[in-house]
């Protein structure tokens, strides 16, 4: 009697567990469909609801064992308790997925938007990746050079500390001109026409150039 006292009382605690679980579900259900919560917390709710479904199938196979000690209900109880410990570990697997993320594409981390020990908002990004083969290089061409350039066309590139074998081939020009940015400003370009064109690094190039770095772009040849 002891026993059954037992098990009936843990029941009793599980199913009040499923009720909460089961609220807090429908609760992050509402809060994911409005945009307040990430699709993680309706992750965490629905594993949790589960779980205690889990537990309250185990226990109620317990006391049916405990009131007839019949064979089949042992079996019915250790399936239960086996499917208790696979949604656990289903949890526990989750919960570490959740820590581990992987990015879309190879590239390298050009900036660190958070640090350790910092409060990161749920869906902001912690890192930003640039994508190999995502640099470009900007130029701008004079209204009068314009003819003279053409997509796919290489370009040599200069840069301080640079080899002198890197090129790239243009993939943009622009159909709109504008005066002279004032990066490149000055008393003889001041009133010039310019369109932007932009290139793409060959090979090796890629790698050697930084984001931002400031580069001259000089047309090699037209194919």
Avoid at 207 to 218: A, D, E, R, S
Wanted: hydrophobic share 45%; glycine share 4%; aromatic share 4%.
């Amino acid at each position: 009697m002891d026993e059954l006292r037992a098990i009936e009382e843990q029941l009793a605690q599980a199913r009040a567990a499923l009720a909460l679980s089961s609220a807090e579900d429908k609760r992050a259900q509402n809060l994911v469909a409005q945009g307040f919560e990430s699709p993680q917390r309706l992750d965490t709710a629905r594993a949790a609801r589960e779980r205690d479904e889990a537990r309250g199938r185990e226990l109620r196979a317990q006391l049916a064992v405990a009131r007839s000690a019949a064979r089949p209900d042992e079996i019915a109880a250790a399936e239960a308790e086996q499917r208790v410990l696979a949604a656990e570990t289903a949890q526990a697997r989750w919960l570490e997925a959740q820590r581990q993320r992987t990015a879309p594409a190879a590239g390298v981390i050009y900036d660190v938007l958070f640090r350790p020990g910092e409060r990161v908002p749920a869906g902001a990004p912690v890192v930003a990746l640039l994508p190999d083969g995502a640099v470009k290089l900007c130029g701008f061409v004079p209204q009068a050079r314009l003819s003279q350039v053409a997509l796919g066309q290489r370009v040599a590139v200069n840069c301080d500390g640079c080899p002198a074998d890197l090129t790239a081939r243009i993939t943009f020009i622009s159909t709109q001109a504008e005066y002279t940015p004032t990066v490149i400003f000055s008393n003889e370009s001041r009133s010039k026409l310019v369109f932007l064109i932009e290139a793409r690094p060959d090979g090796a190039a890629a790698v050697q150039l930084k984001l931002g770095q400031p580069v001259q772009l000089i047309p090699i040849l037209l194919h």
